[in-house]
């Protein structure tokens, strides 16, 4: 709005308005003011971003139930602790992240946003124990070389915090990425949490 006021009548930015103060000031586009224009001259409201409605099965509660049972079952069975009881999955992290929310005129079903399909991304690898502690990240970047690859002094404490950093030409998460989280990422910390549990690592 400012960019558009600025290129058509950039004489406006002159004028002095009575501030909330009730003191002369400058005029400008705030936050405030963009928000009051577009709801009354155009109609639009702040709404959610809309994709695709995904489908869930019809007995998707049974199989969450079936699943919880055979977990609980198993650590009963191997005597694990809840501490040790890992659930993981990869999720896409937009190297330039896109809103979810963005102006349309009230009453439209169908809320599109610019930007909502940008490709650039990472791919994280999260992981949490039942106990609720979280497990360190691996993070999968696209390129041929590790170049790609963060190196700076942030990066360097991550990994030595237990963080894995890796690379793929596509940046899916695939077997080797797999067996890689498992070796750098998974196991360390399972020994570590034995220690801390005063439990026999090898068994």
Same mark, same amino acid.
């Given at each position: 709005m400012q960019g558009c006021i600025q290129e058509s009548a950039p004489e406006m930015f002159q004028r002095t308005v009575t501030g909330k103060h009730r003191e002369d000031v400058k005029f400008s586009v705030s936050k405030t003011f963009g928000k009051a224009f577009v709801r009354k001259h155009l109609g639009w409201t702040w709404r959610q971003v809309t #994709? +695709?409605?995904?489908?869930?099965?019809?007995?998707?509660?049974?199989?969450?139930?079936?699943?919880t049972y055979r977990v609980a079952a198993l650590c009963k069975l191997h005597n694990i602790p809840p501490?040790?009881?890992?659930?993981?999955?990869? #999720? +896409?992290?937009y190297v330039r992240p896109a809103t979810e929310q963005t102006y349309e005129t009230k009453g439209v079903k169908a809320v599109r946003s610019l930007g909502k399909d940008e490709k650039r991304q990472i791919t994280g690898m999260v992981s949490s124990a039942s106990s609720g502690s979280m497990l360190p990240l691996q993070l999968i970047f696209q390129g041929k070389t590790i170049a790609v690859v963060p190196n700076h002094v942030e990066a360097r404490e991550a990994v030595r915090k237990g963080w894995d950093f890796t690379n793929?030409?596509?940046?899916w998460s695939n077997q080797t990425t797999m067996k890689r989280f498992v070796e750098k990422v998974l196991d360390p910390w399972r020994v570590e949490k034995c220690k801390e549990l005063g439990l026999d690592s090898s068994k």
């Open positions: #994709t +695709a409605a995904s489908k869930l099965p019809e007995d998707w509660e049974k199989q969450g139930d079936e699943t501490e040790l009881v890992v659930n993981y999955d990869q #999720t +896409a992290i793929l030409e596509n940046h």
